[in-house]
Nanobody, 122 residues
Framework: VQLQASGGGLVQTGASLRLTCTASGGSIDSHPMAWFRQTSGKEREFVAQISPTGRVPYYKDSVKGRFVISRHNANNTATLQMNDLKPEDTAIYYC????????????????WGQGTQVTVSS
């Protein structure tokens, strides 16, 4: 499975962006999907995760109430709707898919997209 992340950009504080992860070379409908982000010099951090059915989302505390993860298995895509963006949300955002039923650690995520830059100006 290959993943392609898109939708990043430069926005002002309070704006919204919608990131899309498009899968090819296989179906994602049986895989948990997630979004991570990384800034220079820091470890990649978890942002949001969604179960294969789309019924069980999890979020990093700092994005709860602002970000919404969803998936569209028929289109082989997952999205991250980001609202009320803040400068601290600035990072490269990566989508990921796991072969495990309940991925916990970073190493549990098997497939990664190439990343899309999100920059939020103050």
């Amino acid at each position: 499975v290959q993943l392609q992340a898109s939708g990043g950009g430069l926005v002002q504080t309070g704006a919204s962006l919608r990131l899309t992860c498009t899968a090819s070379g296989g179906s994602i409908d049986s895989h948990p999907m997630a979004w991570f982000r990384q800034t220079s010099g820091k470890e990649r951090e978890f942002v949001a995760q969604i179960s294969p059915t789309g019924r069980v989302p999890y979020y990093k505390d700092s994005v709860k109430g602002r970000f919404v993860i969803s998936r569209h298995n028929a289109n082989n895509t997952a999205t991250l709707q980001m609202n009320d963006l803040k400068p601290e949300d600035t990072a490269i955002y990566y989508c990921a898919a796991s072969l495990k039923y309940t991925p916990v650690h970073l190493a549990d995520w098997d497939y990664w997209g190439q990343g899309t830059q999100v920059t939020v100006s103050s």
